[in-house]
């Protein structure tokens, strides 16, 4: 699992790497070109690009499994919420300070306000997937349980839910936005799914099956026109596509797994992705700021800036790629460790209900604000200071509860099978 997300971050930098390129015009003014959306055959590739899905499902197996574990210790959702708002919240904390700061000293410097404006738009479309990723981890707790009750009942709730609000989307656009809910809990079911077995224990005709199944599927509603055949125009806000891409994505996971458990234990690899995957979310928020603030510089300089679409800027998005991971590294080093789980005293307690649940929608406010109006250099300020109370509400991450003793495996009698060991969990598992 660490290795596929570590896939899908450099997936997600080098598919930025295509899209970002503004434009510096004889008027003065900076536009900005998505080249990769401009392309045609970009349309069926990203059937195959859009590993968003991908993202939650593994968040629902990490999730459920952290879940479990905490509960086992005696915690509660209220912990669980806790441990989960600041892992999110803390890096996304420091982020937006440091571009509300970097963009007001440019402002002070006598930077257009229209170009701060569009780098702040540009810089903060990583936050929708902040927003959708947390609303979906902080609903684990209540979403197991109906997991545990009746998997497949759950699961129809939530399929039934995302069709009638696609159904109404044309009549009540606001609605749709309630699909942010529905679609990413059903995909991270599937992560349930896959954290109990389930895809484990089904043969590979069937795996395929449901591959083929779910793509056609996919090519049915789109080619009649009921969903647009762009997968990025069906992820914000998300649709039923983005659920039959998970359902294919769950299942070519568990048909590749072999292979990938085979590349994961290289060592060198297997060092890489440790280190990045406990620093994942700090990776995916900060690559599209600093790739907005190098594309910006660039524009006041002479160094050559071919025309987006040429041969020569598709050549050049490979030291654009590799400049992006080298300004990465020492943001990962210095920054990261807020994402990492802090040691607490061995008396410390989880917070009141009442200050998770405020700090919660403390976060909630700045970033909701986001997707409606859209990211502004005011809105940066309000949510770097939301965020910053939220932490202060939060506090420490309550220290794991004492189990009780673990009787000592009886003796096993001649003739009898010898209990298998216990299973050794990943230390990011909770990432």
């Keep these: 699992m660490d290795l596929v997300r570590f896939f899908c971050l450099l997936l997600v930098v080098a598919a930025h790497c295509m899209m970002v390129s503004p434009v510096l015009q004889r008027d003065g003014k900076v536009a900005t070109e ?4 401009e392309q045609g055959w970009f349309v069926p590739v990203v059937w195959v690009l859009m590993i968003v899905p991908l993202f939650f499902v593994l968040g629902g197996i ?9 509960k086992a210790r005696g915690g509660n959702g209220f912990d669980f919420a806790q441990l989960r708002l600041l892992r999110l919240v803390r890096p996304a904390m420091v982020l937006l300070a440091f571009m509300w700061a970097g963009l007001w000293a440019a402002l002070l410097l006598g930077v257009d306000p229209q170009v701060i404006q569009l780098m702040a738009t540009g810089a903060g479309m990583p936050l929708w997937f902040l927003a959708a990723y947390l609303t979906a981890q902080l609903s684990v707790p209540l979403m197991a349980r109906f997991h545990e009750r009746a998997p497949w009942l759950t699961f129809g709730v939530l399929v039934a839910l995302i069709i009638a609000v696609d159904s109404l989307r044309g009549a009540l656009p606001l609605l749709a936005f309630t699909n942010m809910v529905f679609v990413w809990c059903a995909v991270q079911q599937l992560g349930f799914f896959a954290a109990d077995g389930f895809f484990e224990h089904r043969s590979r005709t069937w795996l395929v099956g449901a591959i083929t199944t779910s793509n056609l599927l996919l090519g049915i509603v789109t080619g009649v026109a009921v969903y647009p055949g762009n997968m990025v125009e069906n992820i914000n806000p998300p649709n039923f596509c983005l659920l039959l891409l998970g359902i294919s994505q769950t299942a070519t996971l568990q048909l590749l797994r072999p292979g990938l458990r085979w590349v994961a234990e290289v060592r060198w690899i297997r060092a890489l992705v440790a280190g990045a995957g406990r620093r994942s979310m700090t990776i995916y928020l900060w690559h599209l700021p600093l790739l907005v603030a190098m ?3 660039l524009l006041l300089t002479d160094f050559p800036k071919p025309a987006a679409g040429t041969a020569e800027w598709w050549w050049a998005r490979i030291p654009v ?3 992006i991971i080298a300004l990465l590294v020492p943001v990962v080093l210095l920054g ?9 005293a061995s008396h410390a307690r989880g917070r009141s209900r009442t200050a998770v649940v405020t700090a919660a929608v403390v976060v909630f406010i700045p970033v909701a604000d986001a997707a409606f109006n859209g990211l502004t250099l005011a809105l940066l300020g309000g949510g770097a200071a939301c965020f910053a109370l939220a932490v202060l509400l939060l506090g420490r991450v309550p220290a794991p509860l004492a189990q009780p003793p673990r009787p000592e ?5 001649p003739g009898s099978k010898r209990p298998l060991p216990e299973h050794v969990l990943r230390a990011n598992l909770e990432s």
């Design 62 to 70: 990490t999730g459920l499994q952290s879940w479990r574990r905490l």
């Design 409 to 413: 495996p009886a003796t096993p009698r």
């Design 295 to 297: 594309s910006g510089l």
């Design 321 to 323: 790629f590799l400049a």
């Design 336 to 344: 990261g460790r807020l994402e990492e789980r802090p040691t607490a």
């Design 34 to 37: 998505n080249t990769l959306m």
